[in-house]
């Protein structure tokens, strides 16, 4: 692990394409979705009404919130149908040798 590349968030072998879990990052509940096509980050409370995103469903690149039905591309956060009225906070991520860093 290179502490350089950011915060250690785990490894890729245990998130499992289709898969989503939640890590904490200080203050911060940060949920990782692997699509298969890429592993992405959102912030784990739904910005319309707080909600946890982890129950949320994947499909392909968006994720919809189970509480009140927003959906979200989990590539961008970008509100894709609502009720949220703005994007999903988002984070970069770092992959290197099959580790997860979130981006400085």
Known sequence: ???SQGRHLGQVNDLPAGDMNVVKAGDREILLINTGSGIFALENRCIHGG???????????????????SVFDVRTGAVIDGPAARSQPAYALLVE????????
């Open 51 to 69: 909600c946890s995103l982890l129950h949320g469903k994947l499909e392909g690149e968006t994720l919809r919130c189970l509480c009140h039905g």
């Open 97 to 104: 040798n099959g580790e997860i860093f979130l981006a400085r």
């Open 1 to 3: 692990m290179d502490s």
